[in-house]
């Protein structure tokens, strides 16, 4: 009986959702600013970070989907728009915009050396 061969994107979705998750966190703890620097909690700051947080969380259900990878693409340039809201925002959001462009990248990669066949696990062990 053969071994299914290992499928390299699936890794990707668990990566990405993790990313995703520990993003989550980091952006909630942004609240404390917020509630010490900014306007408080109960005001359009506030609920600007609560809002985005969700909005990180949910799309950690749609990465398996072609598009949900550009969702979570897309929320980090909302998140550097968010500079002018929540500076540190802005700044999370530079920073996780180079994560998730790295993720892209590496993705991309991958799926050019799957493509050619190159990949370790696509090649063929010599039978002893």
């Not at 600013?33 to 985005?52: H, P, R, S, Y």
């Not at 969702?71 to 980090?76: D, F, I, K, S, T």
């Not at 550097?80 to 999370?92: E, S």
């Not at 050019?112 to 990949?119: I, P, S, V, Y």
Request: charged share 10%; aromatic share 8%; hydrophobic share 60%.
């Amino acid at each position: 009986m053969s071994a299914k061969p290992v499928d390299p994107m699936r890794s990707f979705v668990g990566v990405m959702s993790a990313t995703l998750v520990l993003e989550v966190i980091v952006v909630l703890l942004a609240l404390p600013v917020v509630a010490k620097l900014g306007d408080g909690l109960g005001t359009w700051q506030g609920v600007l970070v609560g809002a985005l947080a969700l909005a990180l969380l949910v799309t950690c259900a749609f990465l398996r989907r072609p598009w949900g990878r550009w969702v979570a693409a897309g929320l980090q340039v909302v998140m550097i728009a968010c500079w002018f809201a929540v500076v540190a925002l802005g700044v999370l959001g530079l920073v996780f915009g180079l994560v998730w462009a790295v993720l892209l990248w590496m993705r991309h990669d991958v799926a050019r050396r799957m493509a050619e066949g190159r990949l370790p696990s696509q090649q063929t062990t010599p039978s002893e």
